[in-house]
């Protein structure tokens, strides 16, 4: 947001700030402010001698601080010793306050710099430092709080306001956030609340949220992006609170029930994952080459075969003798290996 200073209320407002006197429009003229040091009646009286004049004012058409007030110093390099002089409030976090000319030539007029406008377009544009608030935050510390106030621990909210979320302060201040005056509704599973930071701080900013809690679950989602052939471990999941009315049969719920398993198809990072969607690793690609082993008391057999389907550890699949020529069915036991049963135990000829 800008503000302007130009018109001759806002000047007259100006010009209040500058002489310390109550801001009422038309209260004042320039006129009757009080010159400061080195105005023109205490130039009378200044040193003729050309190395003691000092340098002219001059304008800074754009100015950015971190402080809560705008100086004479901020607006015009050489300001002298008039630099520290208090003008008026600075603009808020974030926030942009144009200088008109008029107002600018009063200024230098009350305080007796050598400065006028070229044009009457001439302006300074201040502007205020900031650093905003992450809205994440903000949802962080109104769930505590509303599990404080008696909300359920798994609950999720959402902020009714949140993509209008813009909460700055001070680019020198900490970025603390206290939650003020929660007014939590368990019937309705509604909540406000006042937003401040920094916390406990005499100027701080403040916003008002408001929104509604759900009830939420705690579901497992990978951290990144995953396809067929990889397969899901420990470190490639996270837990996720997604809202209970969210939620499918068939999620996947338990962690547990991810690692050691194949995505059937590619899966994106923090999305809840169907049991659908996944596999165990195949260790038995279809097509390829396997060992069929065939145990008995006494001995054990072994036989080369072809896969005729994809099979993962302790899948049964079947296999065709590549000798025989027979399809038999055979349970997968390892990579290139599967276990074929008793006698009789197989399928007719392919051929």
């Not at 009714?160 to 020198?172: E, K, T």
């Not at 996270?238 to 499918?248: A, F, I, K, N, Y």
């Not at 054990?300 to 069915?329: C, F």
């Amino acid at each position: 947001m800008i503000r302007r200073l130009s018109s001759p209320a806002t000047l007259v407002v100006g010009l209040a700030l500058l002489a310390g006197l109550p801001a009422v429009a038309g209260s004042i003229s320039v006129e009757a402010l009080p010159p400061g040091p080195g105005s023109v009646s205490s130039r009378a009286s200044a040193p003729t001698n050309p190395a003691a004049i000092p340098l002219a004012p001059q304008l800074k058409p754009m100015v950015t601080l971190d402080a809560e007030t705008i100086k004479l110093g901020d607006l015009w390099d050489e300001a002298g010793d008039k630099a520290s002089v208090v003008l008026a409030r600075a603009p808020e976090p974030g926030r942009r306050l144009v200088l008109e000319a008029r107002w600018l030539a009063a200024v230098a007029n009350a305080y007796g710099l050598d400065w006028r406008p070229v044009t009457s377009f001439e302006r300074c544009t201040v502007e205020r430092a900031a650093r905003s608030i992450d809205p994440r935050e903000i949802e962080t510390q109104v769930r505590e709080a509303l599990i404080q106030a008696g909300a359920p621990p798994s609950s999720s909210i959402e902020l009714s306001n949140r993509a209008s979320l813009r909460l700055q302060i001070p680019s020198s201040a900490e970025a603390t956030i206290a939650v003020r005056d929660l007014n939590y509704d368990p019937r309705m599973n509604r909540f406000s609340a006042i937003i401040e930071s920094p916390a406990d701080s005499a100027n701080a900013q403040r916003l008002k949220v408001s929104g509604t809690v759900y009830a939420s679950v705690r579901v497992p989602v990978l951290t990144h992006a995953m396809g067929r052939g990889e397969v899901i471990s420990e470190n490639d999941i996270e837990l996720l609170d997604v809202r209970d009315e969210m939620l499918r049969r068939n999620i996947v719920t338990n962690a547990r029930l991810l690692i050691g398993q194949e995505p059937r198809v590619s899966l994106q990072a923090g999305a809840p994952i169907r049991t659908s969607d996944l596999q165990k690793p195949v260790v038995v690609a279809r097509n390829s080459a396997v060992t069929m082993i065939v145990r008995t008391p006494i001995m054990t057999l072994t036989a080369q075969g072809r896969a005729t389907e994809d099979g993962s550890t302790g899948d049964m699949i079947r296999v065709t003798n590549i000798q025989s020529k027979q399809i038999i069915d055979a349970r997968v036991v390892g990579p290139g290996q599967v276990l074929v049963g008793p006698p009789g135990q197989h399928h007719a000829s392919a051929e």
